[in-house]
Structure formats: C-alpha cells, structure tokens
T-cell receptor
C-alpha cells in the first residue's frame, strides 16, 4: 500500500530559528515528491516539486531534499516567521495515470515569539 | 488565492439529507480532482476528471457519492443520505494535463458538518 509518513507530528519553534521536517514514503513506482503548506481552514499551497533526478530544490526560505534511494525527503525552513505557522504536508505522486497524489498526515508547525 | 473556487465554504446538514458542493477550476485547466480531508489527516483522493470524463474513482467514493463535470468546466460533488462519518473538508484541485509534474492548485475547501 502506498504510504507517506511524516515526523515530527508537531513542532514549536521560536521566531527566527530554523527547523527540518522529515518525510518517508513507500509509493512505488515513484514519479515526484511535493511539499505543501496548508493554513488552518484553507487548501494546500505547493512549495516545491521534485522528480526522481532532483536532490534539492529551494523556494525562498524553504529548501527540500530528496533521496530516492532511501525514499526520504526533508523540508528545511530557515529564519522562521510567525506566518510559517501551518501544517506542512509531504505528498508523493506515482507514475500511474492521473497524477493522483498520496498525502502524508502533515507536520503542524507553530512559530512563537 | 489560487484561482480555484468552491461553494459553499461551510455546510451544516442533518444526517440523512443530501448535499451538493460546487468547484470552479482555473479556466484553462482540463483536469479536476476531488479530495476529502478529515481532522488531523492529509487529504485523500476521491476522484478526478479530464475534461468531462470521470477517469478514476477511489474506493472511498461509496454509492452515496456522485461527481459530475458536465461541460468540462465546473464540477459538482453530491452526497446522498449523509452520515456523520461524512463530516470532513472536501477539497477540489485543478491542473493542466500533460506531464507527471503538473501542478495541482487547490481551492479553499468546503467544510461539511453532519449533525
């Protein structure tokens, strides 16, 4: 069964600090891995998309890494801001038709003063 | 705002009633997806359309659920004889077909509460 697991489940950090979120997946065959940010009560918004051949991708203060051999990914957030408080969801797409996405349960990040 | 809109944003209904949700995708997008998200979980795939054709349905989509995209533009998701277990956020996403890394743009969701 295709699964995406994330850790930690929740995280509290102080504004200005860095943090790293982890993702492990068992989706096969693998096509691409995405990180989404979801604010409470809103739809997910894409941060990064990485294919099999990409090891790292950045989007501003967000940097995602991918190790397709170990089926692991991480999302690093630098110089956190209060507005970074949200759920961060790791999403994997297989090579089947339709680009259906398999979502993790997310890491709930809270940035405090 | 991603350009995908959903209506209504919130719906409270009594068990046994029928409800219908609407999704308006980004106008040039030919693919439209429906997902369901329960509290504390990631979204789960329900079904998707390419133009007006419904190409795949999840086993999560019981006989009480039906989705349509009659003209290949907006889509509706109907739930008949709602149950308390149907309470969730229903998300719609759209994308351009053509490649495995097509970006999916999500709407704000419709939160359904069944009492």
């Amino acid at each position: 069964k295709n699964q995406v697991e994330q850790s930690p489940q929740s995280l509290i950090i102080l504004e200005g600090k860095n943090c790293t979120l982890q993702c492990n997946y068992t989706v096969s065959p693998f096509s691409n891995l995405r990180w989404y940010k979801q604010d409470t009560g809103r739809g997910p918004v894409s941060l990064t998309i990485m294919t099999f051949s990409e090891n790292t991708k950045s989007n501003g203060r967000y940097t995602a890494t991918l190790d397709a051999d170990t089926k692991q990914s991480s999302l690093h957030i630098t110089a956190s801001q209060l507005s970074d408080s949200a759920s961060y969801i790791c999403v994997v797409s297989g090579t089947g038709g339709g680009n259906k996405l398999t979502f993790g349960t997310g890491t709930q990040l809270k940035v405090e003063l | 705002d991603t350009g995908v809109s959903q209506d209504p944003r919130h719906k409270i209904t009594k068990r046994g009633q029928n409800v219908t949700f609407r999704c308006d995708p980004i106008s040039e997008h030919n693919r439209l997806y429906w997902y369901r998200q329960t509290l504390g979980q990631g979204p789960e795939f329900l079904t998707y359309f390419q133009n007006e054709a419904q190409l795949e349905k999840s086993r999560l989509l019981s006989d009480r659920f039906s989705a349509e995209r009659p003209k290949g533009s907006f889509s509706t998701l109907e739930i008949q004889r709602t149950e308390q277990g149907d309470s969730a956020m229903y998300l719609c996403a759209s994308s351009l077909a053509g490649g495995p890394v097509s970006e999916q743009y999500f709407g704000p969701g419709t939160r359904l509460t069944v009492t």
